[in-house]
């Protein structure tokens, strides 16, 4: 059974740093990718970050230059390092893996139970 545990959420102010976590533990046969999705109060899930498996990324326009995501592949953990946050960067941030855990198996979104981050002063 797959579970997904975030961490590194927290408050923080306007210009500040946090690093999000999202370990996955279970047995993966394989990963397509690994996402940060973040959702404010009111408003809809939306994708932050994306690592494929080959490596590559993908960002929201709101957050590019400033939010890095990366992966420990022998740790099945995602981080997203989050620089100059500002107050709109304030939701919950929600991990996201895109795999199949069987080689025949069904290709599946596997959710984390989100972490909060807030940007205030």
């Known amino acids: 059974q797959v579970q997904l545990v975030e961490s590194g959420g927290g408050l923080v102010q306007p210009g500040g740093s946090l690093r999000l976590s999202c370990a996955a533990s279970g047995s993966f046969f394989s990963i397509y990718a690994m996402n940060w999705y973040r959702q404010a109060p009111g408003k809809q899930r939306d994708v932050v970050a994306q690592?494929?498996?080959?490596?590559?990324?993908n960002y929201a326009d709101a957050v590019k230059g400033r939010f890095t995501v990366s992966r420990d592949n022998a740790k099945n953990t995602v981080y997203l390092q989050m620089n100059s946050l500002k107050p709109e960067d304030t939701a919950v941030y929600y991990c996201?893996?895109?795999?199949?855990?069987?080689?025949?198996?069904?290709?599946?979104?596997?959710w984390g139970q989100g972490t909060q981050v807030v940007v205030s002063s």
């Open positions: 996201n893996v895109v795999g199949r855990t069987e080689s025949r198996g069904p290709v599946q979104n596997y």
């Open positions: 690592i494929i498996s080959g490596g590559g990324t």
